[in-house]
């Protein structure tokens, strides 16, 4: 019963976005008939008294609304850059990342005198 559990549970693919203090994933899982939904999940990082926890928000998506969502999507966002925000170069924001990840880490050894580049 319980490799079932898991099995049911196993993602097929999955992908991360990371959004400033969010975190975005699209998962791929596969339900007990072998269908398949993706479940979108929004991850903040939050404080409470005893330390950090991870609020999370979770929509299903099935199948038969797959075509509906992206095309509501797609229109949503087309909206907003082309109608409400046209001056934006949305763009910019692929450029910022691309060169942001140019950058090298900074990595602390126990050592504090000394630095290591990833």
Do not use: C
Request: charged share 45%; hydrophobic share 30%; proline share 2%.
């Amino acid at each position: 019963m319980e490799d079932h559990k898991d099995n049911e549970r196993a993602e097929i693919f999955s992908e991360r976005v990371r959004a400033g203090k969010r975190t975005y994933f699209f998962d791929v899982k596969a339900t007990r008939s072998n269908d398949y939904y993706l479940t979108i999940t929004e991850s903040k990082r939050r404080y409470k008294d005893d330390g950090y926890f991870y609020e999370k928000h979770k929509i299903f998506l099935y199948k038969e609304d797959f075509n509906k969502f992206v095309q509501a999507l797609n229109d949503t966002v087309n909206h907003v850059k082309e109608e409400l925000m046209p001056e934006v170069d949305f763009e910019q924001f692929d450029r910022e990342k691309e060169e942001s990840d140019k950058q090298p880490e900074v990595v602390a050894s126990n050592d504090d005198s000394e630095l290591k580049w990833d």
